[in-house]
C-alpha cells in the first residue's frame, strides 16, 4: 500500500500483506514492515532490500511526548495510602503497594490493595530492611480502569529502582514511588510509562 509521498523523492510503501507486489519501475523506494524499514533497489544487474535505521531526509523530525490528562489524586486519598505504607513498614519493615483506578461510574480515582508479599532482609545487628515486593494486578470490574500504581521504599529514598522500571515497562499509566516514609514530609517520586517509554 503505497503513502501519499509526492512531495518525497523516495516512495515508502507499507507492507501490509504478504504478496505485495513489487515495484518493478521505482528505481529505490523504502518499504515499511513489521521488522523495520528497508530501502529496496531495481538496478539492471540486481534487486535488493536492506534494513536501514535511518528515515527519509524528506520527512519532518518529530520528538516523543506525552500529554496528561489524569485527574489529580486527591490528598486525603494520599495521605491514606502514605499512612498505610508507614503502617506496613513500621510492623513488617516491609514495602507495599496501592493500586490506583479510575472508577468510570463514580468518576473518581480508587485504591486497590492487591495482595502482596513483601521480602525483607535482615542486617549484622538485627535491623530488618525492605529488599522487594511482589504482587498480581487483580481482574477489575468493567467499569473500572488501572491508570497507575504507588508504593514504599520504606525508610528508602523515592526513586524508581531497576526492579521498579522491569516492572512497569509494559503498564501503561502513572507509577508513584513514596520513600522516607517516617519523615514529615516524606519523600515522592512520579513517573509515567506509556509504550516502554518513562516520562518524569
Known amino acids: 500500500m503505497p503513502l501519499p509521498t509526492e512531495q518525497l523523492r523516495t516512495p515508502i510503501l507499507l507492507k501490509t500483506g504478504p504478496d505485495l507486489p513489487w515495484p518493478e519501475k521505482a528505481p529505490v523506494f523504502y518499504m515499511l514492515t513489521r521488522d523495520g524499514l528497508f530501502l529496496c533497489r531495481n538496478h539492471p544487474f540486481f534487486r535488493s532490500s536492506v534494513r536501514v535505521d535511518e528515515c527519509p531526509a524528506e520527512l519532518q523530525r518529530h520528538s516523543p511526548f506525552l500529554e496528561l490528562h489524569y485527574p489529580r489524586i486527591p490528598v486525603q486519598l494520599l495521605e491514606q495510602v502514605v499512612g498505610f505504607f508507614a503502617l506496613v513498614g513500621q510492623v513488617y519493615a516491609s514495602e507495599a503497594g496501592v493500586l490506583l483506578a479510575w472508577d468510570k461510574t463514580a468518576q473518581r480515582i480508587i485504591p486497590i490493595i492487591p495482595e502482596q ?20 494486578v487483580p481482574t477489575l470490574s468493567a467499569h473500572q480502569m488501572l491508570i497507575g500504581d504507588i508504593h514504599s521504599h520504606v525508610d528508602g529514598p523515592a526513586y524508581a529502582s531497576g526492579i521498579d522500571k522491569a516492572d512497569e515497562e509494559y503498564r501503561p499509566g502513572l507509577h508513584l514511588v513514596v520513600g522516607r516514609i517516617n519523615r514529615e514530609p516524606p519523600e515522592f517520586h512520579c513517573e509515567a510509562i506509556v509504550d516502554g517509554m518513562r516520562f518524569l
Request: charge should be negative; hydrophobic fraction near 25%; aromatic fraction near 20%.
Open 117 to 136: 508479599c513483601g521480602l525483607v532482609g535482615r542486617s549484622w545487628n538485627g535491623t530488618y530492611y525492605p529488599l522487594e515486593l511482589e504482587y498480581e
